[in-house]
């Protein structure tokens, strides 16, 4: 029967996170209390003047079409920002494309580099929707699995082992969701030298970049000598200024690349809303002061859920140094399956986590608590797992 979806759905389920966080909304509507530490996202308000931007566009016409690649403001802030910030150096006006969220910048990078059949590599655990989007495009991601008691790092023993002949790219998220892991010099290098060796694309996800720890430095690939030619740069609005509704982001790269990922882009969305980009603006011009507030505020909610985490029988964490996830070894408790573990702790205490296998190979025997929530939220969630974990013992 003809009537079947394309194969390329088979290997595809729904984002495990999406799927927690509409759950999370729909056992509330039942009248349960649920503690919130499964979904990614900012429990601040947008900053004030970043929403009186796009109100004010609004306001003054901006309700059009405007250029697929991004308004010229926009182009320019991102420009210097990669300059600036990131030792990016290239043209806004050919090698940028603003899009309506980094997701949909992944995509369509993903889409512009990858033929049916190529693969990629994914070193995992790794955000959940890497492996689903090149499954999309027809592609087949290849997970590099990493070891927890290597702390996560990056070797090139586990990249090679992920390459074959179709391999054409690699995708490298820094600091990393789940693991919070940040990029190493040493590994920025074994990336650049995987990827020049074996001549591939490297995709590098930075939407957690400016969510640091203890003097932790991020690096962009992208900026290393000899890796602007193969490297496509992804950000974005969502994290480090709490704009996940906004649906704002960007991939940045070589000039023939970007040439083609504007047309995918023009084919699929048009472009950006006008009056969020107007938002952006703000964000990237005068937005510095809102993310430090956020991101000591997150080192405070890190060290609870840190502590709190090694103080429960059978559990360890060690401390994340970026992006706003801690990833708990629960291999010491009576339940050592990540999804046994989530569902009995949702199931006993109301809270809400995410177990290590959505996040890919690696990930087995973990499971991963956003700190993006309230202290009050963190203190209880570990109080009521803390009670459980005795009751149970
Ligand atoms: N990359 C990573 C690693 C993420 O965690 C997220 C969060 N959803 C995204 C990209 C996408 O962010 P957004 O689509 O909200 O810009
Ligand atoms: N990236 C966040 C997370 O990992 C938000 C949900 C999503 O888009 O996957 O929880």
């Not at 704002?248 to 809303?273: F, M, N, Y």
Request: charged share 20%; glycine share 10%.
């Amino acid at each position: 029967m003809k009537r079947t979806v394309a194969g390329r759905f088979a290997g595809i389920e729904r984002s495990a996170t999406v799927a927690l966080f509409e759950m999370v909304q729909t056992l509330r509507k039942q009248g349960r209390p649920i503690l919130d530490l499964g979904g990614g996202e900012p429990d601040f308000a947008t900053a004030d003047h970043i929403v009186a931007a796009a109100t004010g566009a609004l306001e003054q016409g901006a309700t059009h079409y405007t250029p697929s690649r991004g308004v010229p403001a926009l182009l320019e802030a991102i420009g210097e920002k990669l300059r600036t910030e990131n030792g990016i150096v290239l043209n806004p006006a050919t090698d940028v494309v603003v899009t309506p969220s980094a997701k949909h910048a992944l995509f369509i990078a993903l889409m512009t580099i990858l033929d049916p059949g190529d693969e990629l590599v994914i070193p995992t655990p790794s955000w959940v929707s890497y492996s689903s989007m090149a499954h999309l495009v027809g592609a087949r991601p290849v997970s590099a699995p990493l070891k927890a008691a290597d702390g996560f790092r990056i070797t090139r023993r586990a990249l090679e082992a992920a390459v074959t002949a179709r391999t054409k790219a690699i995708l490298v998220n820094t600091p990393n969701n789940p693991t919070g892991r940040v990029l190493s010099a040493e590994e920025a290098r074994t990336v650049l030298s995987f990827a020049v060796e074996h001549d591939l694309f490297i995709v590098a996800d930075e939407i957690y970049e400016k969510i640091l720890f203890d003097g932790a430095e991020h690096i962009s690939l992208g900026a290393l000598p000899g890796a602007a030619e193969r490297t496509l740069t992804v950000n974005g609005f969502s994290k480090a200024y709490a704009m996940t509704g906004w649906r704002l982001g960007w991939v940045s790269g070589p000039t023939d690349v970007i040439r083609e990922v504007l047309k995918a882009q023009e084919h699929t969305v048009s472009c950006a809303s006008g009056f969020v980009q107007a938002g952006g603006v703000a964000a990237l011009t005068r937005g510095a002061d809102a993310v430090r507030e956020m991101v000591q505020e997150y080192g405070a909610r890190r060290k609870l859920v840190v502590d709190g985490l090694n103080a429960l029988p059978g559990v360890t964490c060690s401390a994340p140094e970026g992006a706003f996830y801690a990833f708990a070894d629960i291999r010491g408790t009576r339940l050592p399956d990540a999804e046994a573990f989530a569902a009995w702790v949702l199931a006993e205490t109301g809270v809400a986590l995410t177990p290590g296998t959505a996040f890919g190979p690696g990930g087995e025997g973990h499971v991963r608590l956003s700190f993006a929530t309230s202290r009050e939220v963190i203190g209880e969630a570990l109080d009521r797992i803390g009670a459980a974990l005795a009751a149970s013992g």
